[in-house]
């Protein structure tokens, strides 16, 4: 029995050393994984950006929006503002989340957001439960972590995964020589988004289309709003941003037609509540492109239109429309 | 309270002390008991009032079907336990399914008005508790198992929490004795508290525990982008995208259920409870009929005694009513699984592999007793064909929209040999890939070296820390940062 005894704590004790163990190798791993996002952020947002700015948030979908024409389209009525595109590709609410905090600290006028269907997609991340209000609640893993102090405090253990693949992204390109230390931006004043040639030139109607279908269609699913985290992470967002006395303008970005008829009309509608309840809660008006410019020969694929072009410019002319209407208001 | 979270752990650390501190038995019950209630409570809130009535409906009518010497009053009281947990079961679950259909049917016949979904919210674990309760009272009425002396020992059976929301579904005649077992104390002779916790119990429990964890967070929860992305609208797609969809897809599940499954059995066992198996290796069975009774073992065994046997009862050498009374079961299976056509399309297939199965083990004793199902290389073919096999019936498990099912369906069967697609996914998704080739490496090493868990929980204890180690390591470096609901949560 004693012998037992002192086995269970002999084991209990490896279980708290493996333990003590596993948290240091982590938080080791974390404190000397750099997270390059986060430093390409850190690095923009400590310039000195003097003037009256907005800043535009978005993933690939706003890569065509030209920040200087859309200057000089406020320009023209008589509103002196530099306009940012700080759209990145892949980029995700969660994400912009983590550096709100810069953001803030360059005092900007309004904050655009230019969201798609994609910004929503889930990939099987999800809110779990939420206990009932009357329950003990143990904090949340980030809470305590958070008394932890690393070299680059990032919120890397928010979410552990992404520095990661990160990471292993990075030391790849390194070791198959496809990384490229300077890179040529499309427009000015786009600081994370690299010049892409492929953005100049529509696709066939071929390349778009097979048997009345689009080819290579992808998509992933859209959780509804009380379960979508990304949604969850815009939401407060706007909040973060309006408590700070920032503006907040949202729009849809355009898609192409027949991807817009082939997604299943339960993910249409949850987009749509999603846009209706921004409206409510928000008390602002969410701008609709999604379905504007859905016939045009303007496309490369589902959700991406050309850039560098004459047959685009009424992109930027759109948003700058809506920055006016936001300022008249 | 998902097992992936924080809470859990806090939760499950808690309730250790708080038994290890008491050393009154039925105080440790209580303590199991209010705890078993405050996990349900916290993911599920009042609808613990279901879990509650289901347990004092089944408790007392149980109780008295034992007294009652009438066989017809016998009779009507487990008719009211049935009608009371199936209804319950029936009108959460499938209400909103019946209007569904019935608006559909009332559309074709130019019916002008709609009946309105409840829009009800499934309540956790039911179909999991509502069959245990199910078993307890029906166990009592064939006479086979004593009621439970006592509510609250009936109430820790029916929530108990390492198994409350997805099973195994356990038997009143597996856990009520474990709960008036008392070890002796060799020295005394006296009887020491149930409940205590033995290096032997707390070591496999958390090896278990861990290999839970990992099957859940590091496999299932990264190959799922894999499959979402192929499965989300497969109009379009290459058969060998299809099938690889529907390997993925079979790791995922696999990993998902079997882990929770090993989460739930660990913690039980290190708490002194045995919990029975829920999976043996499934994917190394050779016939759909030895792959039920690997897979999800504890639903299976339970159609099959208190459904599949009472149907075929009269005439158990008919083949008819053999091949009927399978695809009733199989087709209850399916429906059990979720309010949808997949579901049952999923049974139906089922059935008919097991049903055709069972015939022609039956009726062909010539490929029964063929020298090359003996072989090896006979062995090989037939894991192969069965896995093809059950992986195609997996697609109804997943895709719930009938039009890309049924085109999902026809690519699997009917290869069309293209491979560009597939391959550019094969390139998106390196890391699921990766993870699904570590894990059949694993499940296979698994199969042919026996028992895992036991092997590497009977290590020393330096290298059981470093198996802990790699274990949590593996997992928190791929965690994105939120749990991930277990698939069979939604059962």
Known sequence: MIKSVNSVRKTTFAIFIAFVFSVSIFLFIMSIAPDYKYLEHKEFFSQDLTGEKIFIFGSSQIYALNPVDISSHLLKQGHDYTVYNLGQGSSDTEEQLRTVDFVISQEPKI??????????????????ETPPESLAVPPKLSDLLSIISLPYNTGLLDNPKFATINTFNHFYQKQTG??????????PNTPFFVRTPNAEIPAEQKDLEKDGKLANYKGNEIYPMNKNRTYSALKELIHILNAHNIEVIIFTTPHLKNWLEQLPTQQKEIFNSMLDDLEKEFNFEVFRLHDKYNVMDIWIDNDHHIAHSEKTDFYSEEVAKMILTRIDE | MLFTTIDFIVFFVLILAAVAIVKHRKFQHLILLGGSYYFFYFSSNYLIVLLIFSTILDFYLAKIIHDTKDAFRKKLLLTISLAGNLGLLGFFKYS?????QFNILGNYFDLSTEIPLFNLVLPLGISFYTFQTLSYTIDV??????????????ALFVAFFPQLVAGPILRAKQFLPQLREKIQNYKTGGNLRQIIFQHGHLKFGITLMVFGFIKKMFFADNIAPLVDDIFFNPIGAESFTIILGALAFAVQVYGDFSGYTDIAIGAAFILGFKIPANFNKPYFATSPTAFWNKWHISLSLWIRDYLYLPLIFKNRKSTLRIFVGLMIAFFLIGFWHGDGWNFIIFGIIQGLFVGVHTILRKKVSFLRDHVFFKTKLGKIVSILVTQYLIFFSFLAFRISDLEHLFYSMQKYLIIDFQIVEVVSVIQSHKISIALMILFMIIHFISFKKGNLVEKFANLNYRYWILFLVTGILSIILLYDGNPTDFIYFKF
């Not at chain 1, 496809?178 to 427009?187: G, K, S, T, V």
């Not at chain 2, 909103?96 to 569904?100: E, K, M, Q, T």
């Open chain 1, 178 to 187: 496809n990384f490229q230390e300077e890179l040529e931006h499309p427009y």
């Open chain 2, 141 to 154: 009425y064939r006479g086979t198992l004593k009621p439970s002396k006592t509510l609250s020992e009936f």
């Open chain 2, 96 to 100: 909103d399914f019946a209007i569904l």
């Open chain 1, 111 to 128: 904050v655009v957001y230019g969201i798609a269907y994609q910004t929503f997609y889930s990939h099987g991340r999800t809110i779990v």
